[in-house]
DNA sequence: GCTTACATCTCGAAT
DNA sequence: ATTCGAGGTGTAAGC
């Protein structure tokens, strides 16, 4: 990795085409041929940038572009697309290389597929007398996060998101409106669970019946058989 | 911006939880409070991050983790939320410091909004004898992109994206749902138009009679007005 | 300040 | 290889 310094200028031509104005950033040479161009500021992402697999070279400025002022050209090419990313440096203000190795990379957890397996494992929730029919239940466009019945036994399809929002409820409205056509199945309510659900989301799912049921994490967790917990 | 080539491992607890084993990595810390962790790979996505507005604290390792092998503890903590990121550092192997100063920023073209503003210019694409009703034409969910009618003076709505997908096809139906409940504007036909349609997409919009068009930004520019062009 | 929709989204899993 | 859904999404525009 090569850690750069320095007053530039950067163009991107590919998806689109954008334009940095000269001022002092960092410029991120990774191993892979990868290179970031970051400011002081904003968030994790890039102000530019070219992602792998790509090359970089290094070039001479023409006569003009020395006269204003360039000292020296990267041109970042895509190996598969013909995207270009151009870094016009004119002064350098700090230049290092390190070796960093293999990254072991990153352990996750707590994410949907956890929030899904919880609910699964404490269908109660849902209401009394609920019972567990099966998670992912395969249909024509996809699988249903979870199938169950109620007290009375109809079927309740469940479509469980981190945060609520208008596309889950599209989604779960695709699932009832192909599995209502089912007859084995039929009539089957909907039921949009997540840790939050946005008020338009909201709307929309009760405006075609869906009920919507907030869930919390940890609480779920909390039920957890004591056998698997530390304490 | 500091810019501090270390081995360390990294934990972080908020939405989800996360760890990352010892391994030399880069911490860039910016202006604003955030910490972004780098491996010498991937894209531009760091290992881990916190994101603004948050504070860095340094401090000593406890005896137990002394004995360990780490030299000081970094606690980041979001302001807002409580979301922590902890990076234990084994060694330091470079440590700089760097006044950037504030970016001008991005300049961007060939996005969306681009995009839809050559085909209101344009509106014959859809067809002879089409003619631009307007673009942004607001309903009570929402601006629809471009309302046109056709040759025989029928309403027509576009939903324009870079990339066409499903969500895109959900969101133009419940704008002709809506506005084909309108006297004035039905009966409302739909055009999905985009530079690349996914065939999921397609076949969602085709099967609710939404046409789909595939649009070429580059042709669509060379369309301009002869007297903006070089040559 | 909050919400909505776009993004050179990135990333991973399933097909 | 392609497609599809999720993201600690980030980000800018609209209200």
Same mark, same amino acid.
């Given at each position: ?25 960092? !410029? ?86 956890? !929030? ?52 889950? =409820?599209?989604? !779960? ?17 909907? =039921? ?22 907030? =869930? ?16």
């Amino acid at each position: 990795m090569r850690l750069v310094i320095a007053q530039c200028t950067v163009d991107y031509a590919g998806r689109l085409t954008a334009h940095l104005p000269l001022a002092e950033r960092l !410029l991120i040479l990774k191993q892979d041929g990868s290179v970031l161009v970051h400011s002081d500021g904003g968030s994790y992402k890039p102000l530019n940038w070219m992602s792998p697999p790509c090359r970089m070279e290094e070039s001479e400025p023409t006569p003009t572009q020395a006269d204003a002022g360039i000292e020296r050209i990267w041109t970042v090419r895509h190996t598969k697309t013909d995207d270009t990313l151009e870094v016009s440096i004119y002064r350098i203000l700090h230049d290092s290389e390190h070796d960093l190795g293999v990254d072991p990379g990153l352990e996750k957890d707590g994410v949907e597929a956890h !929030l899904q397996k919880l609910l699964a494992e404490h269908i109660e929730v849902l209401g009394p007398g609920y019972s567990l029919v099966r998670r992912e239940y395969m249909t024509a466009i996809g699988p249903v996060d979870i199938l169950a019945r109620d007290a009375q036994n109809a079927s309740v399809a469940v479509e469980i998101k981190r945060r609520g929002e208008i596309d889950g =409820v599209e989604q !779960l409205t695709r699932y009832l409106e192909l599995m209502n056509r089912d007859p084995l199945l039929a009539p089957v309510r909907g =039921v949009f669970a997540a840790q939050e659900i946005k008020p338009q989301a909201r709307t929309l799912a009760e405006d075609r019946g869906i009920e919507c049921l907030v =869930v919390d994490y940890d609480a779920l967790r909390g039920m957890d058989d004591p056998s698997t917990r530390l304490f």
